[in-house]
């Protein structure tokens, strides 16, 4: 597989999960909580301010590898099974 197929691919599951994400915030039954949560990973992967600079190598881009999977992880853990899968359901419609 050709590197510009493979970055394709990495690229149309993006889109597809940020999809995902922006149902469930707007799912009338996803927690206060969880749209937080997940509006802090948002707000933090598009943030010019980092808790560590991203001008110090490794570590700076670290926290941003970390944190915001982190805050993601935790918001799917308060949404309800089947909400998930629903949003879910709805993107591959």
Known sequence: MRWTDRARRYARRFTQEIAFYRR???????????????????????????????FIPVIGHLDDVIIVPLLIWLALRVIPKDVLA????????
Do not use: F, M, W
Request: hydrophobic letters at 40%; proline letters at 10%.
């Open 24 to 54: 469930v915030l707007n799912h009338p039954l996803t927690p206060r909580a969880a749209k937080r949560l997940l509006g802090a990973a948002i707000a933090y992967a598009v943030s010019p301010i980092d808790l560590i600079p991203d």
């Open 86 to 93: 629903e949003c879910r359901q709805q993107g591959s419609e």
